[in-house]
C-alpha cells in the first residue's frame, strides 16, 4: 500500500488477493472490509527498483535485450526482445515453459505473452485470459479485438474520455475512422494503437547496453569453482573468435554474467587497454577479477549458466607475428623466426647470399628500396606506412614502355594502350599521382611523371606514367608501363 487521494491505496497484489476480487488502486480501508484479515505492508519502491533491476540481469540469459516496460510510471514487468534467441532453447514454447516455471520458483506470479509487438505482448500479458500465451504471427489484430482500452497502455484521462463516449474496447476502436481521433486526442492515441499492431516501431530502451557480439551455456549441473568458471569463459571467448577474427576487431569491454540457481546474478565487467583477441590474456584478467572479488567467488550454489557479452569492440590491425618456424625468438619490430631462418639459409648458400630490402630516403619509386645483405644492420620497420599513393606488389625491373596511346584529353589518363604486343582498353582509371625529379641529384634532368592506376576491360590492373607534360613545341611525352596488380 502507499498513500493516496482519499487514502492509503493498494498498489499491488499477490495472487490470493486477485483471487479475493481486490483491485491495484482500491482503497486500503474498503480492502479490508471486502477481505477479513487482509495483510498489507508499506510499499518500498527503491526495493522493487533494486528487484526489478536484478531481474533485468537474470533475463539476459535468454536475450541481451531487457527493458523494464512503462519505466515513467513505475515499472513492474520487463519486455524480452527474443527476436533470433528462441531456437537457442528449443523454440518459443519452451522458451516460455523454462521462463514461467523458473519465475514461479523464485515465488514470483508472472503472466507472460510472446507476441510480433512489444505493445501487444505487453497487452496479453496484462489483459489476456491465460497466464502464459503466444500469439501467432500477423494475428495481433485478433488478439487485441476484445481486450479493454488499458491494454493500450494509454493515460487515464485519455481512457476517461473515450469511456464516455461509449468504447470499452480496442476492437471498436480499430473501426472509427482516423482523422476524428486524431482531432479529438492528438496522435498518441493513433500511435500506440498502430505500435500494438505493427504499423509502426517501438524501439525498446534496454537497461543493460547491448552487446556487441554474445555466447552463452548452460550446464548440466552447476559449477562451483573459480577453475570451473575460467575455463566456461575460455570456451565462450573461443566461440566468439571466429566473429571477431571475420571483423578484423578486438575486444575492448566484456561483461561475464554468472547465473546461479537462486536467481541472482554475478556480473563482471572486465576492460583492456587495446583491442586484443588474445584469449589466454582475457582468461587471466577474468581470473583476477574473481580474485578480487569481496568475499571471494560465492559460489555456494553454484553457478548454472554463463554469458559473455562484448559490449565494445573496436578494430584491430592485423600483423604477421610469427614465421611458423620452431624455435625463433620475436625481434623488435620483426616477425618471430626470421633472424633464425636467415642464419640458417646463409650457413647453406654462404654468406651475403640472402638479401633483403631497405627502405631508402626517395620518393622516386626503383629507388624507394636498396636490396642488401641480410646480415648488414637491421631493416627500417617492415610495418611502417609509407606517406606515398598506392603501390602495386610487383615493380617491374624498369619501367617498358607502351605504345599507341589514346586519351580522352592531352592531360587526361590513357583510354587504351599498346603493352608487350597487346592491346589494352581501359575500362576504369584513378589518379594522377605526380612525382617530381630530386632536383638535388647532380645530372638529374629527368621529366616529371604522372601516375596512374589503371584497369583494362578484362580486369588486369596496371601502374603506368607518362613522363613529361603535353606543351605546344615540344616532343610529345612518352607512356611507360611500371609496375602491375595481382
Known amino acids: 500500500m ?4 482519499g487514502g492509503a491505496r493498494l498498489v499491488a497484489l499477490n495472487d490470493a488477493a486477485w483471487r479475493s476480487g481486490l483491485a491495484v488502486g482500491d482503497l486500503l480501508s474498503n480492502a479490508r472490509s471486502k477481505v477479513l484479515g487482509l495483510q498489507s505492508r508499506e510499499a518500498d519502491p527503491a526495493a522493487d527498483d533494486a528487484a526489478l533491476h536484478r531481474l533485468t540481469l537474470w533475463c539476459l540469459r535468454y536475450t541481451p535485450v531487457v527493458a523494464p516496460w512503462d519505466a515513467a510510471n513505475g515499472a513492474d514487468g520487463l519486455f524480452l526482445d527474443i527476436t533470433g534467441c528462441a531456437h537457442l ?19 514470483l506470479c508472472p503472466r507472460l505473452a510472446i507476441a510480433d509487438t512489444a505493445g501487444a505482448a505487453w497487452a496479453i500479458a496484462r489483459h489476456g485470459d491465460v497466464d502464459n500465451a503466444i500469439v501467432p504471427p500477423g494475428v495481433q489484430q ?4 476484445d481486450l479493454p ?18 468504447f470499452r474496447r480496442i476492437g471498436e476502436l480499430m473501426r472509427q475512422p482516423r482523422a476524428p481521433l486524431v482531432a479529438r486526442f492528438g496522435a498518441s492515441l493513433l500511435e500506440r494503437l498502430d505500435q500494438a499492431l505493427g504499423r509502426e516501431p517501438e524501439p525498446l530502451s534496454p537497461q543493460e547496453p547491448p ?21 566456461a569463459a575460455t570456451r565462450l571467448l573461443c566461440e566468439l573468435t571466429p566473429a571477431l577474427m571475420r571483423a578484423a576487431a578486438g575486444v575492448r ?16 565487467q572486465i576492460g583492456l587497454a587495446a583491442p586484443s583477441r588474445n584469449i589466454p590474456h582475457i582468461a587471466r584478467l577474468i581470473a583476477m577479477k574473481l580474485d578480487r572479488l569481496p568475499a571471494g567467488l560465492q559460489a555456494e550454489f553454484g553457478f548454472e549458466a554463463a554469458a559473455l557479452h562484448v559490449l565494445a569492440a573496436e578494430p584491430i590491425r592485423e600483423r604477421q607475428a610469427a614465421l611458423g618456424i620452431d624455435g625463433g625468438e ?14 640458417r639459409l646463409e650457413q647453406r648458400l654462404g654468406a651475403g647470399a640472402v638479401r633483403r630490402l631497405h627502405a631508402r630516403q626517395s620518393h622516386i619509386p626503383e629507388r624507394a628500396v636498396a636490396a642488401r645483405p641480410a646480415a648488414d644492420e637491421p631493416a ?73 592506376v589503371v584497369e583494362d576491360t578484362g580486369g588486369r590492373r596496371f601502374w603506368l606514367y607518362r613522363a613529361g607534360r603535353y606543351r605546344p613545341g615540344h616532343a610529345v611525352p612518352r607512356w611507360f608501363v611500371h609496375g602491375l596488380f595481382p
Not at 142 to 145: C, E
Not at 149 to 166: D, F, V
Not at 331 to 343: K, M, R, Y
Open 89 to 107: 532453447f528449443g523454440g518459443e514454447e519452451k522458451l516460455l515453459a523454462d521462463l514461467a516455471t523458473r519465475l514461479r520458483h523464485f515465488g
Open 142 to 145: 485478433d488478439a487485441l479485438r
Open 2 to 5: 502507499a498513500p493516496g487521494t
Open 211 to 231: 552487446p556487441c557480439y554474445r555466447a552463452q551455456a548452460a550446464f548440466v549441473e552447476p559449477i562451483t569453482t573459480q577453475a570451473h568458471v575460467v575455463e
Open 380 to 452: 627500417s620497420d617492415w610495418r611502417i606506412e609509407t606517406p606515398f599513393g598506392i603501390r602495386p606488389p610487383l615493380l617491374l625491373p624498369r619501367p617498358e614502355e607502351a605504345a599507341d596511346i589514346m586519351a580522352m584529353v592531352p592531360e587526361g589518363p590513357p583510354r587504351r594502350f599498346r603493352w608487350r604486343g597487346a592491346l589494352h582498353d581501359v575500362a576504369h582509371a584513378e589518379g594522377p599521382e605526380r612525382i617530381a625529379p630530386e632536383w638535388w641529384h647532380p645530372g638529374q634532368d629527368a621529366p616529371e611523371r604522372d601516375y596512374y
Open 149 to 166: 482500452l488499458a491494454a493500450l497502455r494509454l493515460s487515464a484521462s485519455a481512457q476517461e474520455i473515450l469511456c464516455r463516449l461509449g
Open 253 to 268: 569491454v566484456l561483461r561475464l554474467l554468472l547465473f546461479r540457481p537462486d536467481g541472482e546474478v554475478l556480473p563482471l
Open 330 to 343: 620475436a625481434d623488435s619490430g620483426e616477425p618471430a623466426g626470421l633472424a633464425p631462418l636467415i642464419d
